[in-house]
């Protein structure tokens, strides 16, 4: 069974950075690690996407939004995905999700069979 678990989230000032953690484990066959996304939810507004990496050739894709001050990356060895924000804004507050799957767009939350339970990040 594939398990998400989201780490790094936080309070920080406005112009700060931070640097989002998903641990992947579980996925010994492969399963449900072909894509793993960055999503993120702001209070009574719809998850969105933000950024995701392949796990085949490490090809990272991100929302016009978010190119230039997010970073997605991954270290393998350590089975985990990282999400780098750089001149944090306060519109950037939001819970942040990680996610994986095996397949579809990867902006939509349904291409995704497993997901975090999410961590905190407010940006005053």
């Known amino acids: 069974h594939v398990q998400l678990v989201e780490s790094g989230g936080g309070s920080v000032q406005a112009g700060g950075s931070m640097t989002l953690s998903c641990a992947v484990s579980?996925?010994?066959?492969?399963?449900?690690?072909?894509?793993t996304g960055w999503f993120r939810q702001a209070p009574g507004q719809e998850r969105e996407a933000v950024a995701a990496i392949y796990s085949g050739d490490g090809s990272a894709i991100y929302t016009d939004s978010a190119k230039g001050r997010f970073t997605i990356s991954k270290d393998a060895s350590k089975n985990t995905v990282y999400l780098q924000v750089n001149r944090l804004k306060p519109e950037d507050t939001a819970m942040y999700y990680c996610a994986s799957g095996d397949g579809g767009k990867w902006d939509l939350t349904g291409s995704y069979n497993y997901w975090g339970q999410g961590t905190q990040v407010t940006v005053s």
């Open positions: 579980g996925n010994g066959d492969g399963s449900g690690y072909r894509c």
